[in-house]
C-alpha cells in the first residue's frame, strides 16, 4: 500500500510516519484491499487546544473511498483516533462485502 502523507505548519518527521504505517498494519490484517491511502496532517491556531492538531487519512479501496478526521491536543493521538475510526469503517465494508446470505422468509 502506498502511504502519501501532507503537512500544513507541522514537518513530518519518521517517527510520524512509522506511527502512521503502523496503524495502518492494523486496517491491512482486516481488509488487505487497500489500494493507496493519503494522510494530512494539520496543525492550527484554533481557539479550543483540543482542535489544534489535526489528522485526516482517506483509504481507496476498490470501487470505494473511505474517509475519517480527528482532533486531538496532541498529534500522536489524533494519528490514532483517525486510524481507529477507518478501521472500523473498514469492518462495516468488509461485513458489506462479504454478506451474499440473505435471509428470505417464505410462509
Keep these: 500500500m502506498n502511504l502519501k502523507i501532507n503537512s500544513r505548519h507541522v514537518e513530518v518527521t519518521p517517527s ?50 473511505l474517509f475519517a478526521q480527528a482532533h486531538n491536543a496532541d498529534l500522536y493521538h489524533a494519528m490514532d483516533a483517525v486510524v481507529d475510526k477507518l478501521e472500523r469503517q473498514v469492518v462495516k465494508h468488509k461485513e458489506k462485502i462479504q454478506d451474499h446470505h440473505h435471509e428470505k422468509h417464505f410462509e
Excluded: C, P, Y
Excluded at 495502518?24 to 494530512?40: G, P, T, Y
Design 16 to 65: 510520524m510516519r512509522t506511527h502512521l504505517e503502523t496503524g495502518l498494519a492494523k486496517i491491512r490484517k482486516h481488509f488487505d484491499h487497500v489500494l493507496d491511502a493519503s494522510a494530512f496532517l494539520i496543525v492550527d491556531n484554533a481557539k479550543e487546544k483540543d482542535l489544534r492538531q489535526t489528522a485526516e487519512i482517506t483509504i481507496h479501496l476498490k470501487g470505494k473511498e
